[in-house]
């Protein structure tokens, strides 16, 4: 790893080329569960009712 390299944002080991940005197969699990269980989201200005928003299930 070299000095520049950013430590895993799981665990803050020395991140691992084959699992960058991480630093181990299990701490890439570890933030896909994040992200399966809802504890990752990402902030959006529409609403759930908002006008604009596409249907995902057109027949």
Do not use: Q
Not at 15 to 31: E, G
């Amino acid at each position: 790893m070299n000095a520049s390299a950013k430590p895993c944002p799981i665990c803050g080991e020395p991140s691992d080329v084959l699992f960058k940005p991480f630093c181990s197969k299990r701490c890439t699990h570890i933030d896909l569960h994040r992200w399966f269980g809802e504890t990752y989201r990402v902030e959006t200005a529409e609403g759930p009712d908002d006008p604009s928003r596409v249907p995902d299930d057109e027949d």
